[in-house]
């Protein structure tokens, strides 16, 4: 059974860091595209950042772009998202999943979905 876990998550204020981490077990990923998206209250899970199977390409939302770091360690099968100088509008649940089709930013291609972690900035 494929699983993918995140953790790291929690209450932050703004300017401050986290790094947030998603472990798979089930099957390795190390051939496949991982991103992060994320849903805040009220609104559509967007994309956050994906990084390709070799961790050689990364690809970011423009509203991330400079302060969220994604990395892979495909012998620990895990995904980090490391996130500096958050701001209150980062608040949402974050989730890492998997793109068997390698794809970026698309949310019907990832078919493997971690549970959430919740990353709350105070301003």
């Known amino acids: 059974q494929v699983q993918l876990v995140e953790s790291g998550g929690g209450l932050v204020q703004a300017g401050g860091s986290l790094r947030l981490s998603c472990t798979a077990s089930g099957r390795t990923f190390s051939t496949y595209t991982m991103g992060w998206f994320r849903q805040a209250p009220g609104k559509e899970r967007e994309f956050v950042a994906a990084?390709?199977?070799?961790?050689?390409?990364?690809y970011y939302a423009g509203s991330v772009k400079g302060r969220f770091t994604i990395s892979r360690i495909n012998a620990k099968n895990t995904v980090y998202l490391q996130m500096i100088s958050l701001e209150s509008e980062d608040t949402a649940v974050y989730y890492c999943?998997?793109?068997?089709?390698?794809?970026?930013?698309?949310?019907?291609?990832?078919?493997?979905w971690g549970q959430g972690t919740q990353v709350t900035v105070s301003s």
């Open positions: 990084i390709d199977w070799s961790g050689g390409r990364t």
């Open positions: 999943a998997v793109s068997p089709r390698n794809s970026i930013a698309q949310i019907s291609g990832y078919d493997y």
